[in-house]
């Protein structure tokens, strides 16, 4: 068994003093995810325990989705210590999630960023709840302090299918290996991907046409045609099977539709050269031209730091004496195969059954994962005995340093908030509200937001390269695969 010391990052390559004492120490490595000694297969982790002074009993855990995409992402560009300005210096984050808890940043499933397939074997996500729960037990055990600890899972997007079938898993073990009891308290999942049958398959144009719609995105004088083409588009998909939706314009995806309209009709980037990104519908790139564009050139940064042979060294992804490194990707093909499973969303019932707390946010400015979907998920959705929330209690303002940040729905043992202004990646978007939340799960509390001292005019990032440019294939990946 290793020890926290064999993790111990002493120092990253570029980190400042100032840098060093924004942290209580930081961990990071490969631990395994799975018990077959012939292909061994490990997650890579990087841990940053919370200030001494918070004296912190709680680990939170964060991934990212895809799937295949890694929590590296989270870690550079969301809710970590550390991020990049603009001319690519490392600076911390004053409104990183380990300033409210001991955070977890990990790798997964197999074949994620530095988390290596040795084997190349298929799997489901009922094998991905095992490996997960198998690297986090062999985690507490190494990292002893956390053994006894509450635990909340938390992540974005595809991560909310990873998030119900792990919470699932770790309820059926009960106990860690030493018999130590699993204290899960709560999950957070951010414009969660959990129905496949209503977010992605064919009818999932009828959302997102109502999405668009409800949204403003059809404004102007030349909107009025393509405002037609897609709702014609999204009713004819609506009883398509995968199939037959490949022989329809744009294989159903309204966004592939909408787009060379946008670029038509919008020339702030240059004629034929502004395209709209899905991931926030108010934001611009330039169209193919995406890898340059300054708007994401912090995610190249993060990339160029992580595939640094010293940075490698330093985080153990690679032995100290290799003179090798491993050729890290943002998102990477695996494996999963997540058919043959239920929607994540069925799982959420018995989660919540156990007093989890279950907290769903979405910023309303994402049309990949957008709240006209996740809203009718949840409308579909039975838990606590009844369908849905109840239609007779209206929604409540959800309120941010005095201000109305979003919408929020509570029964039932789920709370669901919807925020206004940001995108896909609301700690990136949306850091303050992000911190809000964390410390409404943590709470338990409705107004967790306001029992903070939340930093005052933070500004939000922008898309993950990555996503964005692989955009249609994560699309294809997860409805046609």
């Known amino acids: 068994m290793n020890h926290p010391t064999d993790f111990a990052v002493a120092r990253l390559p570029n980190q400042t003093d100032a840098l060093v004492s924004h942290l209580n120490g930081n961990y990071a490595g490969l631990i395994p995810s799975s018990t077959n000694k012939t292909l061994p297969e490990k997650y890579f982790f990087w841990y940053f325990p919370a200030p001494k002074k918070l004296n912190s009993s709680k680990l939170v855990v964060w991934l990212n989705g895809g799937p295949g995409c890694s929590s590296m992402e989270g870690l550079w560009t969301e809710n970590g210590p550390f991020a990049f300005n603009d001319n690519g210096t490392m600076i911390s984050n004053p409104n990183s999630w380990h300033l409210q808890a001991n955070l977890l940043f990990v790798e997964q499933p197999v074949g994620t960023g530095f988390s290596m397939d040795e084997s190349s074997s298929e799997f489901d996500l009922l094998a991905l709840a095992q490996s997960f729960y198998t690297f986090l037990d062999t985690f507490v055990q190494v990292f002893k302090d956390t053994k006894n600890m509450d635990l909340y899972i938390t992540g974005e997007s595809y991560a909310g299918t990873y998030i119900p079938y792990i919470s699932n898993r770790l309820l059926n073990a009960v106990v860690w290996s030493d018999g130590t009891p699993i204290q899960l308290k709560g999950i957070a999942m951010g414009n969660p991907q959990m129905d496949k049958s209503i977010q992605s398959d064919p009818a999932a144009a009828v959302s997102d046409f109502d999405f668009f719609n409800d949204a403003g995105f059809f404004k102007g004088a030349n909107s009025s045609d393509i405002k037609k083409q897609a709702a014609a588009l999204a009713e004819e998909c609506r009883n398509l099977t995968m199939e037959q939706a490949l022989q329809q314009p744009h294989n159903c995806y309204l966004a592939a539709l909408l787009g060379p309209w946008y670029t038509a009709t919008h020339t702030e980037l240059g004629v034929g050269s502004t395209c709209f990104d899905p991931y926030h519908i108010d934001f611009q790139y330039p169209c193919g031209n995406v890898f340059n564009d300054h708007g994401y050139v912090k995610e190249g940064y993060m990339s160029d730091y992580l595939n640094t042979l010293e940075v490698q060294r330093a985080i153990h992804a690679i032995p100290q004496t290799s003179d090798e490194k491993i050729e890290w990707s943002e998102c990477n093909n695996v494996q999963l195969n997540a058919n043959a499973n239920a929607p ?57 340093n005095a201000s109305s940040a979003g919408m929020m729905r509570r029964e039932r043992g ?62 294809i990946i997860l409805v046609f695969s």
């Open 414 to 475: 789920l709370t669901y908030v919807r925020l206004f202004g940001s995108g896909h990646m609301v700690p990136a978007d949306s850091p303050v509200a992000a911190s809000a939340l964390l410390a409404m799960l943590l709470s338990g509390s409705s107004n967790g937001g306001d029992s903070i001292q939340m930093p005052s005019g933070s500004k939000g990032g922008r898309r993950s390269l990555a996503e964005c440019a692989a955009f249609l294939m994560v699309f």
């Open 344 to 400: 994540s969303a069925t799982l959420l019932d018995r989660i919540i059954s156990t007093q989890v707390n279950v907290l769903i946010y979405v910023g309303d400015r994402d049309s990949v994962c957008n709240y006209v979907g996740v809203e009718r998920v949840l409308g579909n959705m039975t838990w606590g005995g009844a369908k849905g929330f109840n239609p007779t209690i209206a929604s409540q303002p959800w309120i941010l």
